[in-house]
């Protein structure tokens, strides 16, 4: 059954704890979005032959206010009304009273499209350097030169201001290698791979989809007495109406925003809502009625969880010993058709693509490009894991180059220094990793990895080389087997995001009956047990006198997305320091007595965003796991016998909630592994390194790890490389059947070079028999 909403006025703004696409009004009038049919081109016009009544289509033209919201990377239109960006661009709404009808009525629609796009109308640079195609034999005088040359650069400039598909970079050169030498010169990272005793290069492909069975994306708007009140799952509120306060062209305090249940965490749901909102807000202020926008499951997945490939290229230079020289590493976002955060992810990805390894010297080149695809949506917490599925790859192959387990590898190459003091090992980012040493040790121990991964390893090499019991796969084989190891670590509250430069606060308030309320937007009830035990430690009160409000005064909504406070640690650090004020009281000072602390500036200036140095987050946590798997030589699929995990997450408050924590993200990371099937969940083992830091965040460190170690286990049991990720249910038959087809070219070369070889020798000893024959003539 639907629910009832009536049409009262509320506060500006408030937390609901229902789903919007649940909620009906009288006279609500259904919506859905008419999308452009081609990739590119130009939208000439919309219509329908027979519209019924009742029914009404809204395009840009009903825009009351501006219909380009500005962002860092340029403007995004709300309804295109030009130039189309991709495939299946909102071009409008059709709106009416039964979503059966609208559907087949979107069907239905003539959508004219000019395929030649503003490009096209520009000279072609290359005819103007030809000169006068029509006039061969005319000749070109000089000054006629200069001016076409000069007029090709201008168009140049002109394509790259309006036409540039770069929507964000980012390079970073640290070492020694970048100094100039005794001779004056800068030496470059080049010269380090020239000397080196071992280089690597390899490439890496990044695409996990994020699994979402929420409600799909929409609003619910309505207008009454000029103040437009919209239901929408928004994690954005301050941003949600600045947009629309632009869009509309009303007061931001004429917009009453209920914010309803949120479950996606992507950045296209941070940022896309709110275009979402302006068109169903266009919608109702034409019709004067109520109008819901539910996005389609399908539409969900393509246009707003859908992520673009993301590319990273390792070259590494290692001595004998297994030091690590140079790092080069060339990223490469396709960011889709905009992004918003596009500057954030590269920059993140640039901090996480050397994972916890220091070499000598690195070259960071990170870029990401638009294309004529959605916009690619990327979790901002996970956003790492694409960076540490590339670099633990990578590192599992240069351990075999070195002679070294992957455990002895990453002993020598660990950043060890959390100060920046450490001149051994210099590093651009500081990260507090107290106990890197102690979890990679005892996740080895736990699994007893050293051993399995050297038996894994002799015995997949029997198998390529063919000198074994597993010549050939066949159902009559035993299953082969590979062990994979992973490291990573998880950075709360980045301090060089632009998105957030206003401060995360935290009020908390002493009543008079000495209860405690924390004020901040809804969190998990896992989060709020360890507030409420921190409160109760500090301060000597029953957990159970501690509340949360979420009750804003008007005007204070929370101006920053709704995933910066779902951080343990910054939310925690606040917290204590609130308590620690509130302990600190006068018995004098009346009460309710309330405090709030915010995230000081000297905190962020540990974060050089210039010269990108320093301490990108607020804490960091670390984990480490090993995974187990076989493969069924019948069925060609694979088996994760079992997982090992070690974390360090501060002080645990709850192991048990932790634990739990944990394993659903193993179980959400193992669902994205392929694109058309599933994982059977495996054994998990889980161990905490206890500490009393503060609580850091670990509930996403399985998404760092889990699919690099898999995809390592997988590496070693077929003896060659999966570089790419998600899989298809046939990959591991693929690589087997390339894999023989390799063996059996390598055979046949080395049978037909000693067939050669041999032919060679008998024929040297018929010319050695003649020549011996004719002298005996003599």
Not at 229 to 236: D, S, Y
Not at 383 to 403: G, R, T, W, Y
Not at 650 to 665: E, W
Not at 704 to 728: G, Y
Request: net charge negative.
């Amino acid at each position: 059954m639907a629910k009832k909403v009536t049409a009262a006025r509320t506060l500006k703004f408030s937390f609901q704890k229902e789903f919007y696409s649940d909620l009906t009004m009288d006279g609500m009038l259904y919506a859905v979005t008419v999308r452009s049919p081609a990739k590119e081109g130009i939208i000439k016009s919309i219509s329908h032959p027979d519209l019924p009544e009742g029914y009404t289509l809204v395009t840009a033209r009903d825009i009351p206010g501006t219909n380009l919201i500005d962002t860092p990377n340029g403007k995004i239109p709300v309804f295109c009304e030009g130039n189309i960006s991709y495939e299946g661009e909102p071009l409008g709404l059709l709106v009416g009273p039964d979503e059966t009808t609208l559907h087949s009525l979107v069907e239905e629609l003539e959508i004219t499209v000019d395929t030649n796009t503003i490009e096209d109308y520009l000279p072609d640079e290359d005819l103007i350097a030809a000169g006068d195609l029509e006039n061969p034999e005319k000749k070109i005088t000089k000054k006629q030169l200069r001016e076409q040359k000069e007029e090709i650069e201008t168009l140049k400039e002109i394509k790259e201001e309006f036409f540039s598909d770069k929507l964000a970079e980012r390079t970073l050169k640290f070492g020694p290698c970048w100094k100039e030498n005794d001779d004056g010169n800068i030496p470059g990272i080049d010269s380090i791979f020239e000397s080196a005793d071992h280089v690597l290069e390899k490439d890496w492909t990044y695409a996990f989809k994020t699994t979402d069975y929420g409600e799909p994306n929409g609003a619910l708007c309505f207008w009454k007495d000029e103040v437009l009140t919209i239901l929408t799952p928004t994690q954005w509120l301050g941003s949600l109406r600045s947009i629309v306060s632009d869009t509309m062209a009303i007061a931001p305090e004429n917009i009453n925003l209920k914010k309803t249940t949120s479950t996606n965490k992507g950045t296209n749901s941070i940022w896309y809502n709110s275009i979402l909102a302006c068109q169903v807000a266009a919608a109702a202020n034409k019709c004067g009625k109520p109008v819901k926008l539910v996005f389609t499951r399908q539409e969900q997945d393509k246009f707003l969880n859908t992520i673009q490939p993301i590319t990273i290229i390792h070259k590494t230079a290692i001595n004998d010993k297994g030091k690590l020289l140079a790092m080069k590493i060339d990223i490469k976002v396709d960011a889709g058709f905009a992004n918003p955060f596009a500057q954030e992810i590269i920059d993140r990805l640039c901090i996480a693509s050397c994972g916890i390894y220091c070499p000598d010297n690195i070259l960071i080149e990170a870029t990401a490009t638009s294309s004529h695809k959605p916009a690619s949506s990327v979790d901002i917490q996970l956003i790492d894991s694409a960076a540490f599925f590339a670099v633990e790859n990578h590192m599992n192959i240069v351990c075999q180059l070195c002679n070294l387990t992957p455990l002895e590898f990453r002993l020598i190459n660990h950043t060890k220094s959390t100060d920046g003091k450490n001149k051994k090992n210099p590093s651009p980012f500081i990260f507090t990793l107290n106990k890197t040493t102690e979890v990679l040790e005892a996740v080895t121990q736990r699994s007893d990895f050293n051993r399995k991964y050297a038996s894994y390893h002799l015995d997949s090499s029997d198998w390529k080389m063919q000198t074994g019991p597993k010549e050939y796969v066949s159902i009559f084989s035993s299953p082969m087997r590979g062990i994979g190891y992973a490291c990573a670590f998880e950075g709360t509250g980045y301090y060089g995001s632009d998105v957030y430069e206003s401060a995360q606060s935290l009020e908390v308030t002493l009543e008079e009956d000495y209860s405690i309320t924390i004020l901040c937007p809804p969190v998990s009830a896992s989060i709020q047990e360890i507030c409420s035990k921190t409160v109760s430690e500090i301060l000597e009160i029953p957990p159970s006198n501690v509340t949360f409000n979420s009750s804003f005064k008007n005007g204070d909504e929370p101006p920053l997305p709704e995933n910066v406070y779902s951080s343990i640690s910054i939310m925690t650090s606040l917290l204590r320091k609130c308590c620690l004020a509130i302990k600190k009281r006068k018995p004098s000072e009346k009460l309710p007595y309330t405090v709030k602390k915010k995230v000081t500036s000297a905190q962020k200036k540990e974060w050089n965003h210039e010269s990108f140095t320093g301490k990108p987050f607020h804490s960091t946590s670390f984990i480490a796991a090993i995974l187990e798997l076989e493969i069924n030589p019948c069925t060609y699929r694979e088996h994760i016998r079992n997982i090992n995990i070690v974390a360090d997450g501060g002080k645990i408050l709850n192991t048990q909630a932790a634990s739990s924590s944990i394993k659903l993200a193993v179980q959400r990371t193992l669902e994205r592994l392929y694109e058309d099937d599933k994982i059977e969940y495996p054994p998990v083992k889980i161990t905490f390194c206890q500490s009393e830091n503060d609580s850091s965040q670990i509930g996403e460190l399985v998404y760092q790890v889990i699919p690099a170690a898999f995809t390592q286990a997988l590496t070693q049991a077929l003896n060659c490389t999966i570089n790419s990720i998600p899989l298809k249910s046939d990959t591991i038959f693929q690589k087997i059947k390339e894999q023989k087809a390799f063996l059996k070219e390598q055979k046949r070369i080395k049978e037909e070079q000693e067939a050669e070889a041999k032919s060679s020798e008998e024929n040297q000893k018929e010319q050695t028999e003649d020549e011996n024959s004719s002298d005996t003539e003599q």
